[in-house]
Structures are given as structure tokens and as C-alpha cells.
């Protein structure tokens, strides 16, 4: 079955420790991105990546770092997490050249306290 | 500010009547996707449109792409329960990136 799977589905955690949700697709798609939604504001990206090893900034990338070593996996860091960072996030996979945001996961629900 | 404006927010009918939801922007858009939640779930996609003016019909859906490609609408003939959800518009500008409406809470009683 086509998916995009990310882990965890809940987290909290405290301020300053640094934790990382994992993405992983297994329809070998080229394009991967990663999105936080909070009420009122819809889904706003956060980084995607075109291949292996290309990354770039979405619209609001502060505080957040990804990788993209293997074609299937794109990780989401959070090196010192703040409260402003709890949200729901999403990843998502496609084939890009415009079928990008074709598959998104069921989401993370984070909490920072 | 959001790049792509969707109305109306909420939207609550009886199973049975037909409905529109509105996506609306100052900008163009090369290609323009429509996505449903469902809660607890992530987006769904529903249809991509391309061309201005394309119209494209997923069984009681209708969306279509404004002459222009600023705007798009979705027009659900004798709604569900299961058409229940909410609805999101996102554009594609001429880079990857994709820029998304908040979104329309569509409730249809049953």
C-alpha cells in the first residue's frame, strides 16, 4: 500500500530538548516536504526536498532542520524546541514536477511545555 | 495575510442540497489542488487543475479553474454525511512551493 508514515503521532516534550520526527515514503518519490497546521493559519511549509541531498527553505523554516539522505526518509529536527513550535505537522511525497504534494502522512501532534 | 483566500470558513447543510466552496488570489497560479481532511487524518488529494478555465467533475465534485488562475471552486451536488470535512485549496506558483487557503469546516447533516 502507498503511504507516507511518520512517527511519532503524539509527543510532548519540554523546551530546549532536542527530538526529531521521522517521514518515510515507499513510493520512491522524488519530492518531499514537511508542513506545520495551526487553526486560522491553514498548512504552512516548513522545508521540501527535491532529491537526495537537495533541501531548501519553505516559508517558515526557523528553528527547524532537515536531511535528506536516502530517497525514502526526510527527517524533521528540532534541535532546541520552544512552545511556539507545538503544532500539528505533516509530511508529504510526490513524483514533483508538479505532482509534488500528491501523499501526506497522518501527522504529528506536538506539544512543547 | 494568506496568499489564497477560502470562503466561506464554516459551512453547515442538509444531506441533499448542493454547496460551493470559493478559492480566491491576487496571484496566478500554475496549477491549483484541492485537498480534504478529515479530523485526526492528514490531506487528502482530491484533483489537480492546470489549465485556466479547465473544469474537472470526481463524480458529485466540480472544480474549476478560473480563466485567470487566481481562482477555483468546488461545487458538491446533493451532499453526504461522507462529503463531511475540511476542504483546503492550495496554488503553485512557478517555483515548488505550494501555498495553501485555511481551509472550509463543511458539515452535512444527515
Known amino acids: 500500500e502507498a503511504q507516507v508514515t511518520q512517527n511519532p503521532r503524539y509527543l510532548i516534550t519540554v523546551t530546549g530538548k532536542k527530538l526529531t520526527v521521522t517521514c518515510s515514503q515507499n513510493?520512491?518519490?522524488?519530492?518531499m516536504s514537511w508542513y506545520r497546521q495551526d487553526p486560522g493559519l491553514g498548512l504552512r511549509q516548513i522545508y521540501y526536498s527535491m532529491n537526495v541531498e537537495v533541501t531548501d527553505k519553505g516559508d517558515v523554516p526557523e528553528g527547524y532542520k532537515v536531511s535528506r539522505k536516502e530517497k525514502r526518509n526526510f527527517p524533521l529536527i528540532l534541535e532546541s524546541p520552544s512552545p511556539n513550535q507545538t503544532s500539528l505537522y505533516f509530511c508529504?511525497?510526490?513524483?514533483?514536477?508538479?505532482?509534488?504534494?500528491?501523499?501526506f502522512g497522518q501527522g504529528t501532534r506536538l506539544t512543547v511545555v | 495575510t494568506q496568499l489564497l483566500e477560502q470562503s466561506p470558513q464554516f459551512l453547515s447543510i442538509q444531506e441533499g442540497e448542493n454547496l460551493t466552496v470559493y478559492c480566491n488570489s491576487s496571484s496566478v497560479f500554475s496549477s491549483l489542488q484541492w485537498y480534504r481532511q478529515e479530523p485526526g487524518e492528514g490531506p487528502v488529494l482530491l484533483v489537480t487543475v492546470v489549465t485556466g478555465g479547465e473544469v474537472k467533475k470526481l463524480k458529485r465534485l466540480t472544480f474549476q479553474f478560473g480563466d485567470a488562475r487566481k481562482d477555483s471552486s468546488l461545487h458538491i451536488t446533493a451532499a453526504q454525511p461522507g462529503d463531511t470535512g475540511l476542504y483546503l485549496c492550495a496554488g503553485r506558483s512557478n517555483d515548488y512551493k505550494l501555498s495553501f487557503g485555511a481551509g472550509t469546516t463543511v458539515t452535512v447533516r444527515a
Open positions: 513510493m520512491n518519490h522524488e519530492y
Open positions: 508529504a511525497s510526490g513524483r514533483g514536477s508538479g505532482y509534488t504534494e500528491a501523499f
